[in-house]
């Protein structure tokens, strides 16, 4: 631990103050998104003092469509490769120690997820002691981060806080640890400029809420060790939810589910009706009967002391029995069952405009689309493709941000370029017939061969270079082949006489 100055302390605990308030303030909206994403949504009104089936019709409403929004672009994006201007060994340090190393190949999702969730998502990079040329790559939580951005350059992170807790067993200050499920927990904060690095802790056995410092020291990175995706940062620099302006069309869809529920349970099916029937039994004279105990003979009450009558029994309902009431107020009808097309129209409707908001091709509802040739597809996913490169063009900058952090990690000491590019895979919807006849026909024009196979749908850049590898094996064997042929061909011998003429005399 390096000696820390008192003005270092002091901008150091400015810092974490400010940081700390940031993601409180962030919590509310942190935490209503990722609800929505699980489905977890609000449900829609109903008056209070309902019953249970209301409520579970309630529950039965929710549909997470907006999982599918979320999750649709992220499935299709996938890097390949990075390049950047300090040659293929570099580029092979970056992807196998970097990316590779660190399994950013499934890990990647959480980052896209994150940008497009929170409009910011977070990596960090550190360097790794046990093996330099592997360093530590990590996937953030934006709810537990708080990145403050340059006034002069609102692009540019000055400084980060970065929030969590440790859990461990209770040790008391003998050192004596107390037995059972008895844990303490600790929090801790940490600090982060361009330098150095400021961990805080508190909590535990004996502390009392005060932050304290319990590391400071360099580190090699040469800025702030996070790279951020930012998902359409605004001139200010603050990034945009793609999820927020959804959630509104999330909660109209699931009410008008939920009404159309009520419907079908309640008013799905006719309704007889009976009015002006009183149940009460009488005798000749009209008087009402009241229940009397078999043994005293004295009227049953109620719990209100009130005498209970004697019903009449109205008959159970069928198609196949006549319903018959005395007195002549009685009248019996029914109620038309309700339309239930109307609801299915509205909510298809719905669900139409909630996709179209969210750039999603008509083929994810399956009964938009069906028995449709390779061009319409590619027509259809037009939206969704655009909003992936989008996505990619965000997220593309944080990942050269992450291999630019991953080449100082590695401890080399010059500049990184800033010329570097990232390789995305193909996961556009396209014909495969149509890509192998334009891959040929580039071919046979003298593109580079390397070139072209990186067009063909899944091709990484370790299948390429195998590619690349196979070709020139195969076309040295054939050269080797054609040289041998050569020398199997067998000779012509034309008989000489002895003075070396022709026998033939020619």
């Given at each position: ?42 449900l ?118 970065k ?61 702030p060790?996070?790279a ?5 940062p ?81 008959g ?35 669900v ?50 992450l ?32 890509i ?11 593109f ?10 899944g ?48």
């Amino acid at each position: 631990m390096a000696r820390i100055t008192a003005a270092q302390e002091q901008e150091a605990r400015e810092r974490l103050a400010v940081g700390l308030s940031e993601i409180s303030k962030k919590q509310t909206a942190v935490n209503l998104r990722e609800d929505y994403i699980r489905g977890e949504h609000a449900l829609p009104f109903a008056p209070e003092g309902v019953n249970a089936e209301y409520m579970d019709l309630r529950e039965q409403s929710v549909a997470n469509w907006i999982g599918i929004a979320h999750g649709a672009p992220i499935q299709r994006m996938r890097v390949d490769s990075f390049r950047t201007a300090k040659g293929d060994e570099a580029d092979e340090a970056i992807w196998n120690g970097v990316w590779q190393a660190n399994k950013m190949d499934s890990r990647q999702a959480l980052i896209y997820s994150s940008m497009m969730l929170h409009g910011r998502g977070v990596a960090s990079v550190w360097p790794n002691k046990a093996d330099k040329k592997r360093p530590i790559v990590r996937p953030e939580d934006f709810g537990s981060i708080h990145v403050e951005m340059d006034p002069d350059d609102p692009f540019t992170p000055l400084w980060v806080v970065k929030t969590f807790e440790l859990t461990s067993p209770l040790t008391l200050p003998s050192g004596f640890v107390l037995p059972g499920n008895t844990t303490t927990t600790r929090s801790v904060a940490i600090v982060y400029d361009a330098k150095t690095i400021t961990r805080f802790e508190k909590g535990g056995v004996g502390e009392y809420g005060n932050w304290e410092i319990v590391f400071f020291g360099r580190h090699p990175m040469r800025r702030p060790p996070f790279a951020l995706y930012d998902y359409k940062p605004d001139s200010k620099g603050r990034p945009w939810s793609a999820i927020d302006s959804l959630i509104p069309a999330q909660n109209a869809i699931n009410t008008i589910r939920f009404n159309m529920l009520l419907a079908m349970q309640f008013s799905a099916y006719r309704q007889r009706i009976v009015t002006g029937f009183d149940p009460r039994a009488t005798d000749k004279d009209g008087n009402f009967l009241y229940k009397r105990d078999p043994n005293t003979g004295e009227p049953v009450v109620d719990a209100n002391g009130n005498a209970v009558p004697i019903l009449n029994n109205p008959g159970r309902v069928g198609v196949d029995r006549l319903l018959a009431f005395p007195g002549g107020e009685t009248k019996v009808f029914d109620l038309p069952e309700s339309n239930l097309a109307n609801y299915v129209t509205m909510h298809k409707e719905f669900v139409v405009n909630f996709f179209a908001i969210a750039q999603i091709p008509p083929q994810y509802l399956l009964s938009q689309m069906s028995n449709i040739s390779g061009d319409a597809l590619a027509g259809a996913e037009s939206t969704l493709a655009s909003l992936v490169q989008e996505l990619e063009l965000a997220a593309g900058e944080g990942n050269e941000d992450l291999a630019e952090l991953g080449w100082y990690a590695m401890g080399n000491s010059d500049d990184f370029s800033t010329t570097s590019e990232t390789v995305w895979a193909d996961a556009e919807a396209r014909s495969f017939a149509q890509i192998v006849d334009a891959v040929v026909k580039l071919v046979s024009i003298d593109f580079p061969k390397q070139a072209a196979f990186e067009m063909i749908p899944g091709a990484t850049k370790q299948k390429v270079d195998r590619w690349m590898e196979m070709a020139e094996e195969e076309s040295y064997s054939n050269r080797l082949l054609a040289a041998s042929r050569s020398f199997q061909q067998p000779l012509e011998l034309t008989q000489v006489d002895t003075d070396g003429a022709p026998a033939d005399g020619g």
